[in-house]
């Protein structure tokens, strides 16, 4: 069976899978909307609209308001590839919000997640 392009996917269908990560190690649904708005530039109230859309994942990070200039600060592992590693650019941007909510349900403050 062929791997489904990611990128293709409702973000309606991959984000809820992000806050189910966080909360099922105690962290909330704001905290991931917070870091993906850091990341992304999107206000929390704006992911929750594009939530309800059709919008696919791969144009939830294609067409980011302001994506966040420290984001090449996140490093390290998702599912065994080094996020700063990753060749194409906008599977890159995915592998960060992987990471950030990763470091979330790990249990890192906001601030050590937001590069502050």
């Excluded at 069976?1 to 909330?28: I, S, W």
């Excluded at 059709?54 to 590839?81: E, Q, W």
Aim: with cysteine; hydrophobic share 35%; aromatic share 6%.
């Amino acid at each position: 069976m062929p791997r489904a392009d990611v990128t293709q996917m409702p973000l309606a269908k991959l984000y809820p899978l992000l806050v189910n990560k966080a909360e099922k190690k105690g962290r909330t649904r704001e905290e991931v909307d917070q870091v993906t708005a850091w990341l992304t530039g999107y206000t929390p109230e704006e992911i929750a609209r594009l939530e309800q859309s059709h919008t696919s994942y791969g144009d939830f990070f294609r067409n980011a308001p302001a994506m966040n200039p420290k984001r090449t600060l996140i490093t390290g592992k998702v599912c065994g590839i080094r996020v700063e590693e990753v060749e194409d650019p906008l599977m890159r941007e995915i592998r960060y919000l992987d990471k950030l909510v990763d470091e979330l349900a790990k249990g890192k403050t906001l601030d050590q997640i937001l590069r502050k």
